[in-house]
């Protein structure tokens, strides 16, 4: 079975740039999340979705970031403008019927904003 | 307030020795509790999950991991540990009726030969 799948795996760009990344969750999980890890903070939540609509988006920088799922079968997170402290690993990860029920995480996307 | 603890930031073990991993939860009841691996470059892979009933649940990749009420632990183990099993470690956290995942902060696992 497919898992999450992120995109893109690896993004480099310049301080001010807009930045999409992607997700595709498991098919049939209702859940899905948006992390991002760095070494100074660890793991942070920064968005989940229960079908399709914003459940909590508290850890989320809401000036420059905005998350979306137009459909049970695609995420973005878009970061406009980009900041160098914004560079971390960002993961995406899904569930099925319930926020507190086991996660499955893509293999993120590592953003450096220089 | 809601937490997961790993006292551990890191810890080295030598290869075919055996390891535990420490997390403390915080909650008014007793939550859901899971273990997942990260290797370089990858995901979080889950380990294993408490929901309820036996408290010793076992895993994959020959890990196992106990829950204690009494000491509000969840403690994961290995009898023998392999050079592969090097990685982060996370302890999480989930009520039970309820709609929030706490993470703990991870413990890196390092194996010598």
């Known amino acids: 079975d497919a898992g999450v799948i992120q995109s893109p795996r690896h993004e480099v760009t310049e301080m001010g740039q807009e930045v999409t990344l992607r997700c595709k969750p498991i098919?049939?999980?209702?859940?899905l999340f948006w992390y991002r890890q760095t070494m100074m903070q660890g793991l942070e939540l920064l968005v989940y979705?229960?079908?399709?609509?914003?459940?909590?988006d508290s850890g989320m920088p809401k000036d420059r970031f905005s998350a979306k799922m137009p459909n049970a079968s695609f995420s973005t997170l878009k970061i406009q403008p980009s900041e160098p402290r914004d560079s971390a690993v960002y993961f995406c990860a899904s569930s099925f019927q319930a926020s507190n029920q086991p996660q499955h995480f893509g293999d993120g996307t590592r953003l450096s904003i220089l | 307030a809601q937490s997961v603890t790993q006292p551990d930031i890191h810890i080295t073990v030598s290869e075919g020795a055996s390891l535990e991993l420490r997390c403390n939860y915080s909650?008014?009841?007793?939550?859901?509790l899971f273990w997942y691996v990260q290797s370089p470059g990858q995901g979080l892979q889950l380990l294993l999950k408490y929901f309820s009933g036996d408290t010793l649940v076992q895993g994959i990749k020959g890990f196992e991991a106990e829950f204690k009420r009494s000491q509000s632990s969840f403690n994961l183990r290995k009898p023998s540990v392999h050079w592969s099993d090097a990685a982060e470690y996370f302890c999480a956290a989930a009520p039970n009726t309820g709609n929030q995942f706490y993470f703990g902060t991870g413990t890196s696992l390092t194996v010598i030969p």
């Open positions: 979705f229960n079908n399709k609509a914003v459940m909590d």
């Open positions: 098919s049939g999980h209702d859940y």
């Open positions: 909650y008014g009841a007793t939550p859901y």
